[in-house]
């Protein structure tokens, strides 16, 4: 059984920074990708970075520049730093993974997010 949890959330002023983890468990034969996508309040939930196992790397326009998504395969985790935080940066994070149980056999999974919350 796969899982996927996040931390490192929480409460910061405007220009600070904050690390998020996602670590995936389980039964694992390999991780196609571990993105972060957020939910802000009254929004949609949105892309915020993705990276795949292969090294391919992509960031919502709103955060290039700020925010940058790193891999631990060893680990089976995913990171992502903010820096320069701005309230507009305020939502729920959530961890979403292509995980290979074998060679052929995948699935997608979403962790239950973490908050983080920008305000003066």
């Known amino acids: 059984q796969v899982r996927i949890v996040e931390s490192g959330g929480g409460s910061v002023q405007p220009g600070e920074s904050l690390t998020l983890s996602c670590t995936a468990s389980?039964?694992?034969?390999?991780?196609?990708?571990l993105d972060w996508y957020r939910r802000a309040p009254g929004k949609r939930r949105e892309l915020v970075a993705s990276?795949?196992?292969?090294?391919?790397?992509k960031y919502a326009d709103s955060v290039k520049g700020r925010f940058t998504v790193s891999r631990d395969n060893a680990k089976n985790a995913s990171y992502l730093q903010m820096n320069n935080l701005k309230p507009e940066d305020t939502a729920v994070y959530i961890c979403?993974?292509?995980?290979?149980?074998?060679?052929?056999?995948?699935?997608?999974?979403w962790g239950e997010g973490t908050q983080v919350t920008v305000s003066s």
């Open positions: 389980g039964s694992i034969y390999s991780i196609y990708t």
């Open positions: 990276l795949t196992k292969g090294g391919e790397i």
């Open positions: 979403y993974g292509i995980i290979y149980f074998d060679s052929v056999s995948l699935n997608e999974f």
